[in-house]
């Protein structure tokens, strides 16, 4: 059950695995996450789903190290089996036919986004995908991407590949140019924030998926409530995708940080663990 | 359960129990005492997570069954929701043999170790015992003895399984582990089916795991009452969410014939007041589920949670009363209860409310938070209170609280749970498009067979009532068993 059948690192941080799950590869759709538990002392986070395969029983997760279950997960190897998964959760995308759709995906964030698409791809949409990160190592995904989409432009923020400057250079290059539709924006919260800024400006109906802290990811504990257009919302019953012009972003970054302190002090503490194994 | 006053009266004219009530005067019988609880001392538990009460000795349960007087009509045995055999099961612990009390008890009740510790006996059984009703005294301490008996039986080694009707080979999906699920699959073995419980969680046992803490339920106890349900062939699949994973339709199309829905009342309810979304605010199902289910609180685990020097706990049921006790020994100075009505109101287990105020907790009754302040990170580190009075009785017969105005004051804290109740889980019915439901959010059912508006799906628990008790929930969950028993065999009959 739940083995990890495949790994492969985008970058020293970053990696995709592929999760033998076969219940879920078959109902799973874009904007469904799951919730995973490595081991017994495990915690349970949500992760989005990016892939999936239903022949082979498969689903696809990107896996960013922050902090102690990210780094146990992209320490394990194929072969290894992760204790729980379950889902598919929240609500999938809406997906239907608007014209012409800007995608943009920051970091780990276009491994959500791919599915999403690819979705709107096939539903007859032009898609137009921006791809963004801090350097050229933290770009995911780049071919697939472009495969799906009608257009694609990579931004670095050092320039080191594709064009230099932030993913909202990258949108208002294409919003200037031509009649945008709508907009879907997934990847860490301050860039959701200023991405939809951007497509506010322009009244693009804007799209984005959030990845709060959760702990059962049935609507059950309310860890991931965010407030969205004035009232308090669960991420994972309610969402996760949400209007970005009504989500209250500086709750959310806020919320975000409930643990920082804990978070950072467990991770000293593997990393010694991790040091004195080696 | 239509024959249960029968079955309830044929035991007692067994030779066995005539010639034991012949064995000691009335006026003896009523002359004892009640038997008292034995429990860890209130300052050193209140630091520690081990079992608060102790449970009753051998010598002791005997003494208790003595003061049983086999009543002709034991009124007892009404207020209970699961039905057990009362009189029978005390009678077997007066003649010593306490294996065959807690067979008794497991012929209608699936998790005794279970409902001997957290049933509200005070509203129930010994509500309805002939000592409250007529002689005014102590009531037999019947959920004391049913923690014997269960008790008793787990120590020995010998658990018995119940007997099990030949299988059926019909397949039927319990969706949720909780006390209704579980009531109903154990019951539903009994007669023979073949059943799954399906569990979105990876535990089985739904609020008995998540929810009621180790010192008022050890987590051991629900496991092996589990097993026993494991023995009588009831199968489990955790991480398994029915109207998620797979649909029912899918489910139908695997073979299961009819389903039972105890999905619980996994939604927490917040009060919508200015900063009730800061860090360090939790529902009471988050704060619970975190050191409960995750075990937080142990540094080997890697679940975060956050302490609190200054907790207050929102609301005055069962699951405040397990909140605030529980931060409490998780080592904060002040641990206080803001409910807005008085102690009498309270939804709590008398038990529970006493034993919290002998642990230090700080009653705040009759107030009401009405605003959170946080520090620069968010972090919760003030609340403005409202002092409340109590009016004229409402919908609930209680009286209604009324808001003191220009009485705010603040007080500070550093963690707040919010344990104002819950509202239904949605995955379920906005899975069924044609499940008829309440305003409220819950499954509409009838009453005397739990079946839901799709004929072939009953429900029961809170997921029907909208927050109610583990026993009320246990019996939705017997009597969705038989309703369902009697659906699928008039559905066999007309094929």
């Known amino acids: ?278 | 359960m239509e024959n249960i006053a029968e079955y309830i009266k044929e035991g007692r004219s067994d030779s066995w129990r005539i010639e034991l009530r012949k064995s000691m005067k009335t006026k003896e019988r009523t002359s004892y005492e009640r038997v008292k609880m034995p429990e860890q001392d209130p300052h050193i538990r209140n630091k520690n997570s081990i079992e608060v009460n102790s449970g009753i000795s051998e010598e002791m349960a005997i003494a208790e069954s003595h003061r049983c007087l086999d009543c002709p009509a034991p009124t007892c045995t009404i207020g209970c929701p699961v039905g057990i055999n009362i009189p029978e099961f005390i009678k077997k612990i007066e003649i010593r043999d306490f294996l065959g009390a807690a067979t008794v008890i497991k012929e209608t009740n699936a998790l005794p170790a279970v409902c001997g510790r957290v049933c509200p006996q005070e509203k129930q059984c010994e509500l309805s015992c002939f000592y409250t009703q007529k002689l005014h005294k102590p009531p037999i301490a019947i959920g004391n003895l049913e923690r014997f008996s269960a008790d008793y039986e787990r120590n020995s080694g010998k658990m018995s399984i119940p007997n099990v009707a030949e299988s059926n080979g019909i397949k039927v999906a319990v969706v949720g582990s909780g006390p209704s699920g579980l009531a109903a699959a154990g019951d539903l073995a009994k007669l023979g089916y073949d059943v799954t419980v399906f569990e979105a969680l990876h535990e089985i046992g739904g609020v008995l795991k998540y929810g009621i803490p180790e010192f008022r339920l050890p987590n051991d106890i629900v496991d092996i009452e589990i097993e026993s349900m494991r023995k009588m062939g009831v199968k489990f699949h955790t991480n398994f969410i029915v109207g998620k994973t797979a649909s029912f339709d899918d489910l139908k199309e695997q073979g299961f014939k009819a389903f039972f829905v105890g999905s619980g009342a996994g939604l927490p309810r917040f009060m919508n007041i200015p900063g009730e979304n800061f860090n360090g605010i939790f529902s009471s199902n988050e704060y619970l589920t975190r050191i409960n289910l995750m075990k937080a609180a142990y540094d080997d685990y890697d679940t975060p949670v956050l302490f609190g020097k200054n907790v207050a706990v929102i609301g005055g049921g069962n699951t405040a009363m397990d909140s605030v006790r529980t931060a409490k020994r998780l080592g904060a100075e002040r641990s206080m209860i803001i409910y807005r009505r008085s102690i009498e109101e309270m939804p709590a287990r008398v038990e529970e409310v006493h034993h919290a105020q002998d642990e230090e907790i700080e009653f705040m009754n009759l107030h009401n938070p009405v605003e959170y302040f946080a520090d620069e990170n968010g972090r919760v580190n003030r609340m403005r209170i409202r002092k409340m009075r109590l009016g004229e009785p409402d919908a609930s017969g209680r009286r209604r609280p009324i808001p003191i105005e220009g009485s705010e004051f603040d007080i500070a804290v550093d963690l707040v749970v919010v344990a104002v109740g819950v509202s239904p889980n949605p995955i379920v019915p906005s899975s069924l498009k044609d499940l008829k439901m309440t305003n409220w959010g819950t499954i509409v059912v009838d009453k005397d067979t739990m079946q839901s508006s799709i004929p072939n799906i009953f429900a029961g628990g809170d997921i029907v009532r909208g927050g109610a008790t583990v026993i009320l929930a246990m019996g939705d969950g017997r009597v969705a068993a038989a309703g369902m028993h009697k659906y699928l065999q008039e559905k066999v009959k007309a094929n």
């Open chain 1, 1 to 278: 059950m739940n083995k990890i059948v495949e790994k492969e690192f985008f970058s020293e941080n970053v990696a995709k695995i592929v999760i033998e799950s076969p219940d879920i590869a078959i109902i799973r759709k874009a904007g469904h996450f799951v919730i995973i538990r490595i081991d017994e002392k495990g915690e349970r986070i949500p992760l989005t789903i990016a892939d999936g395969d239903k022949e082979k029983g498969t689903i696809t997760v990107v896996v960013q190290k922050v902090g102690v279950t990210s780094a146990k997960l992209l320490a394990m190897n194929e072969g290894e089996e992760i204790l729980d998964i379950v889902g598919p959760l929240g609500h999938a995308t809406h997906i239907e036919k608007k014209g012409t759709v800007l995608c943009a995906g920051g970091g780990v964030g276009v491994a959500p986004l791919m599915p999403i698409v690819k979705a709107l791809k096939k539903a007859g949409n032009k898609v137009i995908t921006v791809l963004a990160g801090r350097t050229k190592e933290l770009i995911i995904l780049e071919d697939e991407m472009r495969n799906y989409s009608d257009e694609l432009i990579v931004m670095t923020d050092d320039g080191s590949y594709g064009k230099k400057g932030l993913v909202t250079a990258g949108m208002e290059e294409v919003i200037q140019r031509e009649k945008v539709n709508m907009a879907v924006l997934i990847g860490p919260a301050i860039m959701m924030k200023f991405g939809s800024l951007t497509t506010k400006k322009y009244n693009i109906p804007t799209v984005v998926s959030l990845n709060t802290i959760m702990v059962d990811g049935t609507g059950m504990c309310g860890a991931c409530r965010v407030s969205v257009g004035g009232k308090t919302k669960f991420v994972c019953v309610d969402g996760p995708e949400f209007d970005a012009f009504q989500v209250d972003w500086s709750q959310m970054m806020m919320r975000m940080g409930a643990y920082k302190m804990q978070e950072h002090e467990a991770y000293e503490k593997y990393l010694r663990t991790v040091e004195t194994v080696a």
